[in-house]
């Protein structure tokens, strides 16, 4: 199976936006499975926001880093200095199964892929462990939308104008 699944193939139905809210009002810690310390990855724009812009303890999961942003990045989920509730995953389509298992291991909550990662399966081992499972969507992006910084028209910058904005 490949990373990218077309739509008309997807059978799994995820949590509704009212339970993805509760799912963020319900987790207190999150682990980012495969952080990255370049300015230029996902994991790494994820993790800046969740440092600056909610109060979640924020845990990096990495096996060739020391630290992100100044803060030490753990080897593995099991290296962490306490459970955390969400499992944010930024790791190919072939490493999921392996992060599911250690995120059952530890006891984790929550399961969360990132946009542009669907795996069925995964997400079907993971219900049945009891655990919560989010595909294919952005914890920044949710949170970012239930906390008032995004909009239907975009990100919240706090102006009102109805004059363009010339960007340099």
């Not at 008309?8 to 682990?31: F, Y």
């Not at 990132?114 to 952005?138: F, I, K, P, Y």
Request: aromatic residues 8%.
């Amino acid at each position: 199976m490949s990373a990218t699944v077309e739509t008309a193939d997807r059978t799994w139905v995820g949590p509704t936006a009212p339970e993805r809210l509760q799912i963020l009002r319900e987790t207190k810690s999150i682990a980012i499975v495969g952080a990255s310390d370049k300015p230029s990855r996902a994991s790494y724009f994820v993790a800046t926001y969740l440092l600056s812009s909610t109060k979640f303890t924020v845990y990096f999961v990495n096996p060739a880093l020391k630290t992100i942003l100044g803060q030490p990045v753990y080897p593995s989920l099991a290296d962490l200095p306490e459970t955390p509730d969400l499992v944010e995953v930024f790791r190919r389509h072939d490493d999921i199964p392996g992060v599911l298992e250690e995120a059952k291991a530890v006891g984790a909550k929550t399961l969360w892929l990132q946009l542009g990662s669907w795996h069925e399966q995964v997400a079907a081992d993971a219900e049945a462990a009891g655990m919560n499972v989010v595909m294919d969507r952005c914890v920044k992006i949710e949170h970012a939308r239930f906390h008032g910084g995004l909009h239907l028209a975009g990100f919240n910058t706090g102006v009102i104008s109805s004059k363009r904005q010339v960007l340099s």
